[in-house]
């Protein structure tokens, strides 16, 4: 403690600065000097850590609604898949967006045409459906489409729903005729 106090007693006599303006000084000179260190050093090595490529995208032809369902990435080792006007694009190279998480999640694994159009994150218009969209719906539309088509590769199409003619009765060639028909006299 002597010694420090004889520091102190000996600053002003050698500089004629009182001890807290020749610290003060002391602590400019020092910030000074390693502001202009840190702008003429070398940056410090980036380590860069080597990423996946993305496999190329896959030809997955025509699938139906449910099956495009199975590429919403939940399952990291499918691709992602989204359907624009029934055409179904690999969106795998922005997971970031269209991957679990993302902003625009919902869209994958559907055909989310009418849901583009409008600018719309409601269940109900994520659905391939563009009937009734206003012309500037439709404008919008085709600008998704596309920006899709500019940036994306085109996998497959989406089937047409068929499941109102799947569950239409269909009459068979060798059907019997109906007891109305069978009792009508034939003229011969």
């Known amino acids: 403690m002597a010694f420090v106090n004889a520091t102190l007693a000996l600053i002003p006599q050698y500089t004629g600065l009182s ?8 602590g400019l000179v020092v910030g000074i000097y390693y502001l202009i260190l ?8 980036v380590k860069y850590v080597p990423v996946q490529p993305l496999p190329p995208p896959a030809q997955v032809g025509e699938l139906t609604a449910k099956e495009l369902a199975a590429y919403d990435g939940t399952d990291p080792s499918k691709p992602l898949l989204m359907a624009i006007k029934g055409q179904i694009y690999d969106v795998s190279q922005s997971r970031a967006f269209y991957g679990t998480g993302g902003p625009y999640a919902l869209f994958a694994g559907k055909d989310a045409s009418r849901a583009l159009a409008k600018m719309s994150f409601e269940e109900k218009d994520l659905t ?5 969209l206003s012309s500037y719906e439709v404008e919008a539309l085709n600008d ?8 994306y590769v085109k996998v497959g199409t989406v089937k047409p729903n068929t499941a109102q003619s799947e569950d239409a009765p269909t009459e068979s060639p060798d059907a019997q005729p109906s007891s109305s028909e069978s009792d009508t006299p034939k003229d011969e």
């Open 19 to 26: 001890a807290g303006t020749f610290f003060t000084i002391i």
């Open 38 to 45: 840190g702008l003429f050093a070398p940056p410090p090595p």
């Open 128 to 132: 391939g459906d563009t009937e009734g």
């Open 144 to 151: 998704w489409e596309y920006k899709f088509i500019s940036k």
